[in-house]
């Protein structure tokens, strides 16, 4: 069975919270508006849907309104696409197997995800957005590793790439040809993870005063060093920082990972909503909690622009948001009750 290691950020964030010393490197304070704009003031433009009336349980979205997840029914899990109340079947698999659709996403007129059921290993599937069936690519998985962000799974080249390995001495790469065939194992020593290609990142969720990312077509390695009150988390492009104090999380930072262009978008009280660091390289999805969330288990969401340096609301009481392919989601409501609502940060 896989081993699935997920980043929960939050949790990591007060771990965090006991390895505080020392003084903090001054930023620019940015006032806080006294009332942020939301979505429709901010981006009129830009796509976006509020759902009350969507089946699936979602995985992934294709826009605004285009929804790729699963739903029980009876004795089946279903794997669907689903617009405008209209649903195509892409896979039916026996519930008591307790099957697991993981890791979705989309390159080009492709649809590709990671799923396992029962005693069979993790398999990679795909299918065409057009229509036809569905196909296996790969059962060749190894022991995958998937740490529940946008790079998974990971489309280059005509080839699908994925991490996996057995504790934190060497990560094996795999990918394998969209057209199936067989899968080239590359071994790196160390815990890794892919980020955006062609690049490996090792914050995996350890805090070790620095975040390590390596270029798998040259070999290029870029070390970002952090103090003992920072954590730390990086793609090529930006690097958040949870900057801690003697009383947990004074602000959160984004800077390059030379360290350059350093910069405050928010302060205590504050939460990364996705694992994600800066969606399009544009967009830190951000969390508050208020004081019922231990309660309630939802959060206010706000989207911090990174090229404006705006602020904007999302949601006052939000659940389970999530971004992928550059499409962001959030729910609403109770369970029962509950609304989808969409963002299509691409459009924006």
């Given at each position: 069975?896989?081993?699935?290691?997920?980043?929960?950020?939050?949790?990591?964030?007060?771990?965090?919270?006991?390895?505080?010393?020392?003084?903090?490197?001054?930023?620019?304070?940015?006032?806080?508006?006294?009332?942020?704009?939301?979505?429709?003031?901010?981006?009129?433009?830009?796509?976006?849907?509020?759902?009350?009336?969507?089946?699936?349980?979602?995985?992934?979205?294709?826009?605004?309104?285009?929804?790729?997840?699963?739903?029980?029914?009876?004795?089946?899990?279903?794997?669907?696409?689903?617009?405008?109340?209209?649903?195509?079947?892409?896979?039916?698999?026996?519930?008591?197997?307790?099957?697991?659709?993981?890791?979705?996403?989309?390159?080009?007129?492709?649809?590709?995800?990671?799923?396992?059921?029962?005693?069979?290993?993790?398999?990679?599937?795909?299918?065409?957005?057009?229509?036809?069936?569905?196909?296996?690519?790969?059962?060749?998985?190894?022991?995958?590793?998937?740490?529940?962000?946008?790079?998974?799974?990971?489309?280059?080249?005509?080839?699908?790439?994925?991490?996996?390995?057995?504790?934190?001495?060497?990560?094996?790469?795999?990918?394998?040809?969209?057209?199936?065939?067989?899968?080239?194992?590359?071994?790196?020593?160390?815990?890794?993870?892919?980020?955006?290609?062609?690049?490996?990142?090792?914050?995996?969720?350890?805090?070790?005063?620095?975040?390590?990312?390596?270029?798998?077509?040259?070999?290029?390695?870029?070390?970002?060093?952090?103090?003992?009150?920072?954590?730390?988390?990086?793609?090529?492009?930006?690097?958040?920082?949870?900057?801690?104090?003697?009383?947990?999380?004074?602000?959160?930072?984004?800077?390059?990972?030379?360290?350059?262009?350093?910069?405050?978008?928010?302060?205590?009280?504050?939460?990364?909503?996705?694992?994600?660091?800066?969606?399009?390289?544009?967009?830190?999805?951000?969390?508050?909690?208020?004081?019922?969330?231990?309660?309630?288990?939802?959060?206010?969401l706000v989207v911090h622009d990174?090229?404006?340096?705006?602020?904007?609301?999302?949601?006052?009481?939000a659940d389970l948001a999530a971004?992928?392919?550059?499409?962001?989601?959030?729910?609403?409501?109770?369970?029962?009750?509950?609304?989808?609502?969409?963002?299509?940060?691409?459009?924006?």
């Amino acid at each position: 069975m896989s081993a699935r290691a997920k980043v929960a950020l939050g949790v990591a964030l007060l771990a965090a919270g006991a390895l505080l010393a020392g003084g903090l490197p001054e930023q620019p304070v940015t006032p806080v508006a006294s009332a942020r704009p939301t979505a429709e003031q901010e981006w009129p433009a830009a796509a976006r849907a509020d759902l009350r009336d969507l089946t699936v349980e979602p995985l992934l979205f294709l826009d605004a309104t285009t929804a790729v997840g699963q739903v029980t029914d009876g004795d089946f899990v279903r794997l669907l696409v689903e617009k405008d109340g209209v649903a195509r079947e892409l896979r039916r698999l026996p519930a008591a197997d307790d099957p697991r659709f993981e890791a979705m996403t989309v390159s080009g007129d492709e649809l590709i995800w990671a799923e396992s059921s029962g005693s069979r290993p993790v398999e990679i599937w795909a299918v065409r957005r057009a229509g036809g069936d569905a196909r296996m690519v790969t059962a060749d998985t190894g022991n995958t590793l998937f740490y529940g962000n946008q790079y998974d799974l990971v489309v280059a080249d005509g080839r699908v790439h994925w991490v996996a390995g057995e504790g934190d001495t060497t990560t094996q790469i795999r990918s394998v040809a969209l057209t199936g065939g067989t899968v080239d194992v590359r071994e790196e020593p160390g815990r890794w993870s892919l980020s955006a290609w062609p690049w490996l990142t090792d914050d995996t969720g350890a805090q070790s005063g620095q975040v390590r990312m390596r270029e798998m077509t040259t070999g290029r390695e870029v070390r970002v060093p952090f103090s003992g009150a920072e954590w730390g988390m990086c793609a090529p492009t930006w690097c958040r920082v949870m900057v801690m104090n003697g009383e947990g999380l004074a602000r959160i930072d984004v800077m390059r990972p030379d360290g350059s262009d350093r910069r405050r978008v928010a302060g205590p009280g504050t939460q990364a909503a996705v694992s994600d660091v800066a969606v399009l390289d544009r967009f830190e999805i951000l969390s508050e909690p208020g004081a019922n969330f231990d309660l309630t288990g939802t959060a206010g969401l706000v989207v911090h622009d990174l090229t404006t340096g705006r602020t904007v609301t999302l949601a006052a009481a939000a659940d389970l948001a999530a971004t992928k392919d550059g499409v962001l989601w959030w729910s609403t409501g109770t369970r029962e009750t509950a609304v989808w609502h969409t963002l299509d940060l691409r459009t924006i």
